[in-house]
């Protein structure tokens, strides 16, 4: 490729051309074009970079200033949300304390309750005892009563004979007769 190049750079050498060099022409061309591509710049840009950059300077205040606003507002709300919080801690220890001083009072009426039944069971209890108690001392004393009948019963029929049965007889009589 480097073949080519200085062959079209000869055969251009040789027409006429002046060969490789610098067109000042196109350079100077360059320049004027920059420096009016400059000018206009100069010209409208800060009109156009002003306008931007005020917009943008604006937009970056708003920004900011919402941001301040959001965290007023953010500080506002999580100021309220820690009083909400203490609150809520407060009525929650309350809760305990009633829940707890409910607890004790039911206790004690639980252990009063539980005396007073405990006692009215050993005053049936005790109750029961005496009347069964009693209705033993009472059929004690039918068995022992009726057993002293028959052994009575047994006695007089072995010593009662005629004789003394009629004397018996009569002296009961009498005493009927009598009164």
Known sequence: MLNTLFILAAEAHEAGEGGFGINLDFLEANLFNLAILLGIIIYYAPKTLGKILGDRRQKIADAIEEAETRQRKSAQILAEEEKKLAQAKAEAARIVQEAGQRAEVAKQEIATQTEADLRRMQE??????????ERVI?????RIAEQAVAKAEADLRDRLNEDTQD???ERSIAQLGGR
């Open 124 to 133: 049936a209890a005790a109750q029961d005892l005496g009347a069964e108690q």
């Open 138 to 142: 009472a059929e004690l004393k039918r």
């Open 167 to 169: 004397r018996l007889i």
